[in-house]
């Protein structure tokens, strides 16, 4: 098993679609990229611990390879705005991977590369590419946020016409083991 941190945006959508990837194991909402020890939600969102909100998980790279799930990731938000998403605007809210070796990085380069010059978007690709260094768990009531909240208004609004087009899309590689 290999692991795996992205972070764009929201951690709520991105825990829910890798959720459902085959060969990705459970997902972990959390915080990276930041300077602050065991930093809480409200400290994150406020935009002064320099995290970013981010998930982790571990895949395994027989099922899924990791250029797979950088595709998945990168059209799975709008990797081409710089530190927001949607409503969302802060260095909290930026598109990013964290790598954890030297081949995540050469492969993040390589697909962030692939799908500009395939012009996937209409702006090129602004997702920080960092080395990873600490990921801290959210709190308790974010993980499985979709799962638990499937009426809450974000959840119906966001996540479920997002989820609902990339499981068309992903095809074979979406829906659990």
Known sequence: ???AT???GCFWCTEEIFENVKGVGPVMSGYSGGTKENPSYEEVSFGSTGHAEATQFEFDP???TYKELLE????T???TTLNQQGADVGTQYRSAI?????QQKKDAEEVIKAIDEDKVFSKPIVT????FTKFYPAEDY???YFKNNPNAGYCSIVIAPKLAKFRKELGEKYGKK
């Open 1 to 3: 098993m290999e692991t």
């Open 6 to 8: 992205f972070a764009s």
């Open 98 to 102: 964290f790598y954890h070796n030297d």
């Open 142 to 144: 974010h993980q499985d």
């Open 77 to 79: 938000h709008d990797p």
């Open 72 to 75: 998945i990731f990168l059209k």
């Open 128 to 131: 920080e590419v960092t080395d």
């Open 62 to 64: 027989s099922v899924i």
